[in-house]
């Protein structure tokens, strides 16, 4: 049963959102696709006591696939599991183990399945089990994920092609995402003459989209570690913009656009109260209906009773952050948006994208 390992070249390059248009486009092409990530880190508890990679709950869900999370989510490496493993309480041989016999038993029940690695080629190289190791324990070939472009593109195709190479891994083909709409024609033209030298071919192209970057109220949620104080029912609206008002209101709303998220300190009284009446003046003139707006309040005090009050009554989705205005915008400006499986409109672009731009017959068949 033929099978493909997705890998990344770093972080945040969407290898997530693209294994979920895959999978998408495979089962129109499969009767029964499999899923596996041999090794997680950001997880999540399904059942009290086990815990299981994220993206195994959100592909398992969203396909209704009937593989138990023990095959889907074999290895997990939580907070100190390196420490354990380099101290000799865990045992390498016993990872990869539990690692290819989850995906034989997932293997030999679908027609494709696909291996979701973790990070780039080299990540978990300190268990001894990085993609590459991991992918050549499994008998896989690559297809290698990278952001968008030209050079720097290559160059970190190149470092993870070498390590990949070095443990005899075969490259499928490579995927390019987040390409910006007036570099693709450039793209397409130049990566496959590049990567003639590996003899590998250029398997998509996936444009840039905005509303997959968005972040949303339940993002910043889980990022804070805070609930919203209004406006549940919005919790999961993206956010094209991000600004930080500190000037008066007047000023502050001037320039202010639809689906912007509005930071500002619990004391300014004015702005939240010019925010909820520019809102609600949106809504009754119809023009524009809802701004679609969200704001963050941060400092120390919270905001009062009777403001919490307004903002309940306006129905926009407002957190409160304990924190400075600084820190907030600190930790704002360093946090990536990831795709949650209850967010159904990203889940739907994300599919809808990818699949119109990956060459299947390249990737399942190579």
């Known amino acids: 049963m033929p099978s493909i390992f ?34 997680g880190q950001r997880h999540v508890e399904v059942s009290e006591g086990q815990h299981v990679d994220k993206d195994a709950v959100l592909f398992r869900e969203r396909f209704n696939l009937d593989i138990p999370y ?22 390498y041989t016993l990872l990869k183990q539990r690692i290819c016999e989850s995906f034989e038993r997932v293997r030999r029940q679908h027609h494709f399945t696909v291996v979701e690695g973790t990070g ?8 001894d089990l990085n993609n590459a190791d991991v992918a050549a324990a499994l008998g896989l070939e690559v297809v290698l994920v990278s952001t968008g ?10 470092l993870n092609w070498e390590l990949l190479k070095s443990r005899g891994v075969k490259v499928r083909g490579i995927i390019l995402n987040k390409v910006l709409p007036e570099k693709i ?16 071919p250029l398997l998509g192209c996936i444009p840039y989209s905005e509303l997959l970057q968005a972040p949303t109220m339940r993002d910043y949620e889980l990022l804070f570690g805070v609930s919203l104080i209004a406006g549940e029912m919005h919790r999961y609206r993206h956010f094209l913009n991000e600004r930080f008002v500190a000037t008066t209101a007047q000023q502050g709303l001037h320039s202010a656009k639809r689906s912007e998220l509005i930071i500002t300190h619990s004391s300014r009284d004015d702005i939240i109260h010019a925010t909820i009446e520019d809102e609600l003046r949106s809504r009754e003139e119809r023009s524009e209906g809802d701004l679609e707006r969200g704001m963050i309040l941060t400092g120390h005090i919270p905001p009062s009773h009777a403001m919490i009050e307004a903002i309940k009554r306006a129905q926009i989705p407002v957190l409160y952050v304990p924190l400075s205005s600084y ?11 990831k795709i949650r499986r209850e967010d159904i409109c990203k889940v739907e672009k994300a599919i809808h994208l990818v699949e119109e731009h990956i060459q299947f017959e390249l990737l399942c068949h190579g």
């Open 185 to 200: 024609p450039m793209v397409l033209e130049y990566i496959p003459k590049a990567l003639k030298k590996w003899d590998v």
């Open 327 to 337: 820190k907030a915008l600190q930790m704002i400006a360093g946090f990536t948006a």
């Open 70 to 91: 023990s095959d889907m989510s074999p290895v997990l490496v939580p907070t100190g599991f390196t420490r354990d493993y380099l101290d000799g309480k865990i045992e």
């Open 6 to 39: 997705i890998a990344a070249t770093a972080q945040h390059v969407g290898k997530t959102t693209l294994c979920l248009g895959i999978l998408s486009g495979l089962f129109k092409r499969f009767e029964k696709v499999g899923f596996i990530k041999p090794i």
């Open 120 to 127: 780039h080629a080299g990540v978990g190289s300190i268990i």
């Open 149 to 158: 472009g030209l050079g720097s593109a290559f160059d970190q195709l190149a």
